[in-house]
């Protein structure tokens, strides 16, 4: 689920794990910008935390999206070629089957800094919901280069997201938050429909996005994950069970998976940075 339980404590873990080795004292850090002042703590800088401060003017960050889908584009020939291969470790037999990508949507393909920077905590789905409605979508950089060549190629291009359907008043689409979906992702230069995008809590689908994974793995040969959460390659790595999920992880566990799943980081499997929210937030 796209949330925000983080708040000002967590957020400042993500800042101290993202940016340890190049500041580690507040005085290290430039100044913001003019207009992003406010609060300015005892170093006299603002008091904007680090993570949203890096995803918002970093050029680093922008320069790890556009580096991790350049490296995915370039490994896209060598996985249709292959046609023994799938990037979802329980898919088998799926040689005959048309190739497709599964992203992830928010930090994946739609940036949700501003929001992330602008809302009152804590963090609800419907905030976001109503936030994606009056905003045009900021894409991240490198995803519609990426979607174009493998749309070129022949590869289908699925997009497994948590954002959640919830019923909106006086609306009688049982899921309105797809048709924001779609039009976000519009907005960022990638068409789709609602055949390629699957949210959370539809068609007995929860936040685990395993199930919807497989659900993709019934009709395509799945070549690439690609996401900003752990859970979008890794299932049950929640610190609750979500079924199908039988029990919470635990930092161990996730941990444990890096191993696990070795084969697959950089190799079928594309992680994006997000220091701002998501599963790991709940481990404190
Ligand atoms: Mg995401």
């Not at 794990?17 to 005085?27: D, E, I, P, R």
């Not at 070549?223 to 890794?234: A, E, H, Q, R, S």
């Amino acid at each position: 689920m796209i949330k925000n339980k983080a708040g000002a404590p967590l957020l400042a873990i993500a800042s101290s794990l993202l940016l340890a080795a190049c500041a580690t004292h507040n005085a290290s850090v430039e100044p913001l910008a003019a207009g992003t002042s406010g609060n300015a703590d005892e170093s006299g800088r603002p008091g904007m935390d680090l993570g949203l401060f890096w995803v918002k003017h970093g050029a680093e960050y922008r320069a790890l999206t556009r580096q991790t889908y350049k490296t995915a584009t370039r490994a896209l020939p060598g996985f249709i070629a292959d046609k023994s291969w799938s990037a979802l470790p329980e898919q088998q037999d799926a040689a005959d089957l048309p190739p497709a990508v599964i992203l992830d949507v928010d930090e994946t393909v739609v940036s949700n800094i501003d929001f992330q920077m602008s809302f009152e905590p804590p963090f609800e789905n419907w905030k976001l919901d109503e936030f994606s409605r009056n905003n045009p979508a900021t894409p991240i950089d490198g995803v519609k280069d990426f979607v174009a060549a493998a749309r070129a190629l022949g590869v289908e291009v699925f997009f497994v997201t948590n954002r959640p359907c919830e019923p909106r008043a006086g609306d009688p689409d049982p899921c309105p938050q797809r048709r924001t979906t779609i039009d976000d992702i519009a907005e960022t230069g990638i068409a789709t429909d609602a055949e390629h995008v699957f949210l959370s809590e539809e068609r007995g689908w929860t936040r685990e996005k395993l199930t919807r994974r497989l659900h993709v793995a019934k009709t395509h040969r799945i070549l690439m994950l690609i996401g900003d959460d752990y859970g979008d390659f890794v299932p049950c790595v929640r610190d609750k069970a979500v079924a199908p999920c039988t029990r919470a992880a635990t930092r161990e566990s996730r941990v444990a998976a890096l191993d696990e799943f070795d084969e697959y980081w950089g190799n079928g499997w594309y992680i994006l940075p997000n220091p701002m929210h998501g599963s790991w937030t709940a481990f404190d």
